[in-house]
């Protein structure tokens, strides 16, 4: 049996993708990891915070 080159098909998109997700950068292993994140709210003060989680029977 002679060895075959096999022949491999290869399907490119039309589209010119934004792949720069895709790319990793390289940090120090001491760096902390910070997800930012736009659309959030501003951090609650404690008090805003207990007044918040307040359950609604407790009435205001």
Known sequence: MADKKRR???RTA???YDRDADTVMPRA???PFV???ED???PLTDLEYYEDERPPH???
């Open 14 to 16: 039309d589209a010119d």
């Open 40 to 42: 959030a709210a501003p």
């Open 35 to 37: 997800v930012l994140d």
């Open 8 to 10: 491999r098909a290869k």
């Open 29 to 31: 292993a001491d760096d």
């Open 58 to 60: 407790y009435g205001s």
